[in-house]
């Protein structure tokens, strides 16, 4: 084996120097660092002439996709060799990287015996440094269980040294966060620096221009569950001042906020999966995340595009329900806001339902507190939320649960219940009703008439939108009813749909959709527009990642898209596809139907003006007004209401004005408008 292993590393070149490191023991939540004294002739390592060639690797480990493995060369600089990769295969025989091979680590399969393209840019390390003193390969182990060791491990240096990708500049805004030596962890924030370089649209960003969107100090920590496991990790951040207190800060045009989030791409090679359905929700007139796609470069080294996005919170212009307070427990007070969650639960964040779903005897549901923290909250409000979702579960199963006054709609946003299924169902989102399920509720009204509980946001979507190994091959196949899954979901559109009227409110709305929103033409030139936005970045991306034409993350029916432009028209045709299957099975009938009052149609063509503006701003827009009544504001980018004006019903209603807005300070305005259970929101600037 040492014989075998001595003629792979020669074979790489016939003038390499190779040097040798020991072993260790890898623990769960700790980094193996292991040193390999370098001493060679040359004074200088680059890319050109003399550097670094090949890294290997021998170890035992029972879960592969638990380990992180870089290199660090003598003045610090640290390139990823491989993480999450192997799934729960074992060991590491005779591994190699190296630059210059056909062959990605994530193509390969353990115990990956052989050399492979590393994932990040081992080249980097090339970077005209004096390669004499101390090199180290780290393995860090991310997750609980598994523990095992390394056996041995080499670099090699030669005339061959590896390249790599220098980013420089992009069309897309560029996020640069430098964790100043620091391990990035779970469940508590490193402390880090962010910087991100926006010249504004039609503009190039460039790496050496100044922090103009954001700099400053961050806490940043790992997130997610099945999407940490992959190679492209997702990110929470926390925007801070130097003594590490939150602060709000504006953005790329979203309103300012201190909590973000960088959602990863591994798993979502259309880059559209998420974004898509958030702007969908959102036009709808719901609370949508906002997102925007950015390249990021961490601690030196790019890591492709992300999806840079607001954090579902509490907060005016996100989830905009009332504040609640430990103080708040009994009166109108404790009544709101609540934010819940159906997701992964334990007994110290959540509580049981009292009910199963129909046809499911005995499966246990769970609902997790979201807002106030499980930490935060007190007992009385726990009892409050508690006894409001068995209020509504027990009309919504009671004999006479259509009844209008006092069945499941006393309880209940109808509208935001059937956009949150037709979001999901058009995505087809195996997750959508079991993980990741938003629901909230704000105070109940002064008369007496509950805060209803909403459906939404919208979130996660990486499972969606394609044809998955999951008991949905072919694009059909409502997703409402698998409820006993990984996490139990609570099964309530099973009954909703027993609701001769329930069916046809939402028969009727998705007609209604479908010449706006859910056009196919419009949903089409949505997602062609997220693929011009990253049109370039996207063959760094996957330079980096390597994952383009290679099986990765959801266990799809096809074979891999071979090139970017195939996946964009894969995402495309499975959506023509799906609209077909939704067009022949919603439930429901078109008896009834009025589709003149929805908002989507009202503001299809609105018009804002001037913008920007100064001392007024107009907003027109077709359709017949409103049958419900209207609230329109205007509000800062740091969430506060400058004005508002409120409407009664009136369906000749098709022009509003603000006046006398000269003194407002520059910058970034939001003209929202609320209808009933409907939102929408225009950006302005002054």
Known sequence: MRLFFFLLLFSVNTSAQTFNGGGGVINDFQTLEIP????????????????????????????????????????????????????????LVNTCFNQDVPNTIQSGAAPFTGTFIPMGQMGAVNNGQNPNGIWKIKVRDDYAA??????????????????????????????????????????????????????????RNHLVDPFNE??????????????????????????TDTLGNSIDSSILDMPAENDWLLLANYNDKSFARNSLPFQLFDSMGHYGVRSRHVDVILNGEYQGIYLLAEKIKRDSNRVDIAKL????????????????????????????SNFSPIGFPGLDVHFVYYYPKPEDIVLEQKTYIQNFMNAFETALYSSNFDDPINGYRKYISVRSFIDYFIINELARNIDGYK??????????????????????????????????????????????????????????????????????????RYEDLRRSLLDETYLHQQIDSIA?????????????????GVATGTYEVQAPSQTYAEEVQRLKDWISRRLVWLDDNIPGTLNGCSMTSTIELAFKNAEVFPNPF????????EGSGFTENCLISLIDASGRTIQNKVFTAQPALNNIIFENLSSLNSGL????????????VFKVTK
Not at 47 to 55: K, R
Not at 73 to 85: C, F, I, K, Y
Not at 342 to 347: A, F, G, L, R, V
């Open 36 to 91: 390999i004294i370098v001493n060679v002739p040359q004074n200088t390592i680059d890319t050109v002439n003399f550097g670094l060639e090949t890294v290997c690797l021998n170890l035992n480990h029972t879960y592969l996709a638990d380990l992180t493995i870089e290199v660090q060369a003598p003045d610090g600089t640290t390139r990823l060799l491989m993480s999450g990769v192997g799934g729960g295969d074992d060991n």
């Open 146 to 203: 598994d523990i095992g060791n390394v056996i041995n491990c080499s670099i090699t240096f030669g005339s061959n040294p590896a390249t790599y990708f220098a980013f420089a500049e992009s069309n897309l805004p560029i996020v640069v966060i430098e964790t100043n030596g620091l391990s990035i962890g779970y469940d508590i924030k490193t402390v880090a620096d962010m910087g991100i370089i926006y010249n504004g649209p039609g503009n």
């Open 214 to 239: 954001y700099n400053g100090k961050i806490g940043i920590e790992y997130r997610g569950n099945y999407s940490l496991s992959l190679p492209q990790k997702p990110y929470s951040i926390e925007l």
């Open 325 to 352: 307070d430990s103080l708040e427990t009994f009166g109108l007070d404790v009544t709101g806001g609540y934010i819940i969650k159906i997701d992964y639960w334990d007994n110290t964040n959540s509580w049981p």
């Open 435 to 508: 993980k990741s399920r938003f629901l909230f509720k704000d105070k109940d009204n002064l008369d007496g008439t509950y805060g209803k509980l909403r459906s939404g946001p919208v979130w996660d979507f990486d499972w969606a939108l394609k044809d998955m190994w999951a008991g949905s091959e072919d694009g059909s196949q409502f997703m409402y009813g698998e409820v006993d899954q990984d996490v139990n979901a609570p099964g309530w559109y099973i009954r909703l749909l027993q609701d001769s009227t329930f069916r046809n409110e939402l028969r009727c």
């Open 532 to 548: 011009t936005v990253v049109s370039e970045s996207q063959n760094w991306h996957y330079q980096v990642w390597g994952n383009m």
């Open 614 to 621: 100064h001392d007024q701003i107009e907003i027109n827009f």
């Open 669 to 680: 305005y939001f003209v929202e408008l609320i209808v009933g259970d409907n939102k929408k």
